[in-house]
DNA sequence: GCCGTTTTCGGCCCGACTGTTTTCAGTCG
């Protein structure tokens, strides 16, 4: 049993307890030893086996997570768990997902009403049955029957690259409105995840009123869901929710602070507070003893007043960013003019529309040395893949075409050769010696087990002519989930063989994830992030890899194309 | 359930909002 598998029982561990009552502090070292195991860069199977070593070292797992994770890779299941899950019924769950309705009010009217299924929630709604429950009253019903209707409309977390979008739409509409000092997004859009469940949007307005009125004035605004004093939610799209709040100038920054969060990184920095006398809050940093506020304009001076460097939003996820700013100074992370050359892309040969210049052009307009042109091998028919043939006339087109760029862009010759189902590369093994960059990746036989997935990427790693395993686990978020593959062997190969990795930074692949980056950077197999680019455009995505670069705490020297094509061709040298 | 330069007990981040209460529980971020 792999650590996600681990970590996502006790999840659920904290999830059920929670429905059962128990101590809040119970629950939440559960989510902690989940979290702490999900971002282990070792596996939990390994330590375990090792007499040497002590899990109960990793932060947040104590003796009795010890021991589940002792059950739970022996016997692959969990007895606690399947206690609590016959204990807490599933209509249960499934009512706490409901905006407004947590673990404790689910229970209280599934044991009041007998409601079996949010049908039956619905209809006692209809009936009038739930205002005149203890606790309950008119408007909540009113709350819960909105919220039926929501959470079947709606609506999973969306792809960071959508709701950039949608943030720069409503950013433009707001910035029309009168009075509005400053404004700032926050929340996990603010920190570049993968994908975002909501919007928060924060600003200083001379009058919040006003301002609020504006948000409402939105082309897609679909519905007010609450508004007070201060704070404003809407929904989008009909279920898309985007909430802004109204600060004071000198709060700006303490409000920035917690808004953006992670809850766990807030957590952390309050208890740093805590152990210096101060107090975090969304108004600022206070002190203790007489409540004299001594920070709260800026996060710098937020950050500052515990004794910490500024944090970049990306990296603030309790993981890594404390003990990178240990030293007082924060590393300078990877920014996207460090990026020298891209070694993905594609061309009309196979399915881009570019031809080889038009790549080349738009390589040289954003400032690149070098690229890799990497069609598709045969086994990809739909997508007219090369064979050896085709391959060798588009490496002699660019023999041709080289001269034109000499002193401008080195174009190498590369292959996204692919992974056959059976084990093997699609392309004879002659042809890929002749190549400059040749990617191996994995296209069909996504679903196969575990060992045989494995295998094959395996294979390709101890193929000589390999350079580097693209979007390793082919993963597109929120549409598929990745391959059942073990990272970890597929890693401690590529450190072996010293084979680099890729991130493909189209943003529905993102490909490797944070924590596979984190690993990756810890074996020092170098990463290279490329746009895996189908047109010129496709080249602009470049951006969101560096953001999950730079969320995996990246500096310009663990990426191998922010080097010269010169260093990556000597690493590739080395390779076995 | 975790943890320790207040160390084996007694803490564990902090506050707003909501709807329902008459001083507060539940929910959310």
């Not at 104590?62 to 209509?91: F, M, N, W, Y």
């Not at 002659?430 to 295998?455: F, M, N």
Request: glycine share 8%; net charge negative.
């Amino acid at each position: 049993m792999d650590n996600g598998k681990i970590a996502k029982v006790f999840e659920e561990m904290a999830e059920l307890l929670e429905f059962r009552g128990e101590n809040p502090f119970r629950i939440r070292a559960y989510q902690n030893g989940a979290k702490a195991i999900r971002e282990l860069d070792e596996s939990v199977a390994d330590i375990l086996a090792d007499s040497s070593r002590d899990l109960a070292k990793v932060p947040g797992v104590g003796k009795t997570l010890v021991e589940k994770c002792q059950t739970l890779v022996d016997t692959g299941s969990l007895p606690q768990l399947e206690e609590l899950r016959q204990a807490v019924p599933e209509i249960v769950i499934q009512m706490a997902r409901i905006p407004g309705l947590g673990a404790k009010k689910a229970v209280k009217l599934r044991d009041a009403l007998a409601i079996e299924s949010l049908e039956d929630l619905r209809k006692a709604c209809h009936e009038d049955k739930i205002a005149g429950l203890k606790g309950f009253g008119k408007k909540s019903q009113a709350t819960i029957l909105d919220g039926l209707a929501i959470a079947q409309q709606a609506a999973e977390r969306i792809r960071w690259h959508k709701g950039d979008e949608l943030a720069a739409d409503i950013g433009g509409h707001m910035q029309s409105c009168k009075g509005i000092q400053k404004m700032q997004w926050a929340g996990s859009y603010r920190r570049l995840r993968e994908t975002i469940g909501d919007l928060d949007l924060l600003v200083v307005a001379d009058d919040p009123q006003s301002a609020m009125d504006h948000l409402e004035k939105y082309t897609y605004h679909a519905s007010t869901i609450g508004r007070g004093d201060t704070k404003i939610s809407i929904r989008v799209d009909k279920a898309f929710q985007v909430d802004m709040r109204c600060v004071a100038a000198d709060q700006f920054g303490a409000a920035l602070q917690y808004f953006t969060g992670s809850q766990a990184h807030n957590i952390h920095t309050r208890r740093i507070a805590k152990e210096r006398g101060l107090k975090i809050s969304e108004y600022g940093v206070f002190k203790v003893d007489d409540d004299t506020k001594i920070a709260g304009a800026s996060e710098e001076e937020v950050y500052e007043a515990i004794g910490l460097p500024w944090i970049a939003p990306e990296l603030r996820e309790d993981r890594l960013e404390f003990a990178m700013a240990e030293s007082g100074e924060m590393p300078t992370l990877i920014q996207l003019s460090d990026i020298r050359g891209d070694l993905h892309m594609h061309t009309s040969a196979t399915d881009g529309t570019g031809t080889i210049r038009d790549m080349a052009e738009a390589a040289i307009e954003r400032g690149l040395s070098f690229i890799a042109i990497t069609d598709h091998s045969k086994r990809v028919s739909m997508a007219r893949g090369l064979d050896e043939t085709r391959l060798r006339e588009q490496w002699k087109m660019i023999d041709e075409i080289r001269p034109e760029y000499e002193g401008r862009l080195t174009i190498l010759k590369g292959i996204e050769c692919d992974i056959l189902e059976a084990g093997g590369m699609d392309l004879a093994d002659d042809c890929l010696a002749e190549a400059d960059w040749v990617l191996a990746s994995v296209h069909y036989g996504q679903k196969q087990p575990r060992d045989q997935i494995t295998d094959r990427i395996l294979g390709a790693i101890e193929n000589p002519h390999v350079s580097c395993i693209a979007h390793p686990t082919g993963r597109l978020i929120n549409r598929r989930p990745p391959y059942d593959v073990d990272m970890d062997q597929v890693m401690d190969a590529a450190a072996k063989h010293g084979k680099l990795m890729e991130l493909n930074a189209n943003p529905a692949r993102l490909d490797l994830n944070d924590l596979h980056l984190s690993k990756a950077k810890k074996l020092g197999i170098p990463i290279v992030i490329n746009t895996d680019a189908h047109s010129t455009d496709g080249m602009n995505v470049m951006q969101h890899g560096i953001q999950q670069a730079r969320r995996a705490g990246f500096l310009a020297d663990d990426v191998a194309n922010t080097q010269a094509w010169q260093a990556i061709k000597s690493l590739l040298e080395k390779a076995t």
